[in-house]
């Protein structure tokens, strides 16, 4: 078993959230699974990980954190640390997805899916990076998708937000590596999680409608996405090898799934180009992690 460490997993109700931290437990590590409204809307959720917890004596938490409100993350990371004394692991994986045009997407609903998928893990970093900063270590774990390297139609507005979440993530990278910080992708490809059974669609009806068959295939997207024989736990399985991995050994990028085969070269072609930049700019230093 790897060192124990304390770990904060956002949007564990489902999906690969829920999945990596019975998983994390069960390596022995302390985790943290917070979620929204664990009272309330995910009360089920929140019975069964404290029932799991407790049958198999897991050193598993759950916390009532929403990722869209600044408050609530603020009192749970402070609830957090107070209780765990520290955070070493942040996996930021609260995702939500909607299918439609890009043009059928109102502002409001966009700002909203945004909300989750970028403000909300950068908001949450936010609050943890001053207690790994103040340790001299730690690991972030982004939670992106296949559709932050390359775009699917109909998924332009899930694509827009985890290409921004890739940026962010990349930009910790380098920015947190003198402070011996790791920040890690981790890409899935089609799983049939519940990120797509709890899902959206484009809000303006008259501009979805005149996109005809597109518009007629996001619809269908849903259940392709359901009906995937790929397991989530392969996601999963690779997010707990990363974590047990030795700082500074990670790679930037890992994909995870049939769909994100072709991902790699794209993803070495775009390590190189980011090293000559990093190489022009005088900031070579910043692609290595000081201990």
């Known amino acids: 078993m790897s060192e124990k460490q304390h770990i904060l997993i956002t949007g564990t109700s489902n999906g690969f959230g829920r999945l990596a931290a019975e998983a994390l437990a069960r390596k022995g590590h302390k985790v943290f699974a917070s979620m929204r409204g664990p009272t309330a809307r995910n009360a089920k959720a929140r019975k069964e990980l404290e029932a799991l917890a407790e049958a198999d004596d897991l050193d598993l938490h759950v916390v009532d954190l929403d990722v869209t409100d600044q408050l609530s993350v603020d009192q749970a990371v402070r609830g957090v640390t107070k209780d765990g004394g520290h955070i070493d692991v942040l996996v930021n994986n609260a995702g939500v997805v909607s299918y439609g045009p890009l043009e059928a997407f109102t502002p409001e609903q966009t700002q909203r899916i945004f909300e989750t998928n970028l403000f909300g893990a950068l908001r949450v970093t936010r609050a943890v990076l001053p207690h790994m900063r103040w340790h001299g270590s730690g690991l972030l774990v982004h939670v992106s998708s296949g559709a932050g390297r390359v775009v699917v139609p ?26 011996g910080i790791d920040s890690i992708i981790v890409e899935p490809g089609v799983y049939p999680t519940n990120i797509n059974v709890a899902n959206g669609f484009a809000e303006d009806v008259e501009r979805n409608a005149a996109y005809g068959p597109l518009a007629q295939q996001s619809r269908q997207m849903p259940k392709q996405f359901r009906e995937s024989a790929q397991d989530p736990n392969e996601v999963v399985e690779a997010i707990v090898r990363l974590v047990g991995m030795a700082p500074g050994t990670r790679p930037l990028r890992t994909c995870v799934g049939a769909e994100t085969d072709s991902l790699g070269p794209l993803n070495e072609l775009a390590g190189k180009t980011q090293g000559g930049l990093l190489e022009m700019f005088g900031m070579a230093d910043l692609a290595k992690l000081t201990a």
């Not at 998924?155 to 947190?176: D, P, T, V």
């Open 154 to 179: 109909a998924m332009g507005i899930y694509c827009a937000s985890k290409f921004a979440l890739e940026a962010a993530a990349e930009i910790y990278r380098y920015e947190l590596a003198p402070f």
